[in-house]
């Protein structure tokens, strides 16, 4: 029983098709490895592993482009895929994301709503009519 247990903690469970990184500790991921100063681990991961490599933060991969080429590779490659918002567990349980602007997806409800943003609500004559209340709250 404690060897199965030991090989499910330890196994490779890391998903196929990411860039290289270090080997994760189980529930803390990698995050005891950026210690204080992270973005000089991060020079040194980059150093290690190439312009882009894998992390676990806790349960979440992240994917960390460590160059401005690298950065904008994956911008025009990928950018329908990393247009979308993280959306805290929380928030899903609530169902406080389907018809929000800050926690939609970017698809047709985010365009509706955020037209409906643009042409009702951040009108110059709305910006102005809420002054006077934004200076009250400023003072």
Request: aromatic fraction near 10%; include cysteine; charge should be positive.
């Amino acid at each position: 029983v404690i060897t199965t247990f030991l090989y499910l903690i330890f196994r490779d469970s890391s998903p196929k098709g990411l860039p290289p990184g270090p080997k994760p500790w189980p529930i803390v991921g990698n995050l005891l490895q950026l210690g204080e100063k992270p973005h000089s681990q991060f020079a040194q991961l980059a150093e290690t592993y190439g312009d882009l490599f894998s992390l676990k933060l806790g349960s979440e991969t992240v994917v960390v482009a460590s160059t401005p080429l690298a950065a904008s590779e994956i911008l025009k490659t990928h950018d329908r895929v990393l247009s979308g918002r993280y959306v805290f567990q929380s928030f899903r349980v609530k169902e406080h994301v389907e018809n929000s602007i800050v926690w939609s997806e970017c698809n047709e409800t985010w365009k509706k709503l955020r037209k409906v943003c643009r042409t009702e609500l951040f009108t110059q004559k709305m910006i102005e009519s809420q002054a006077e209340v934004r200076e009250s709250k400023a003072m």
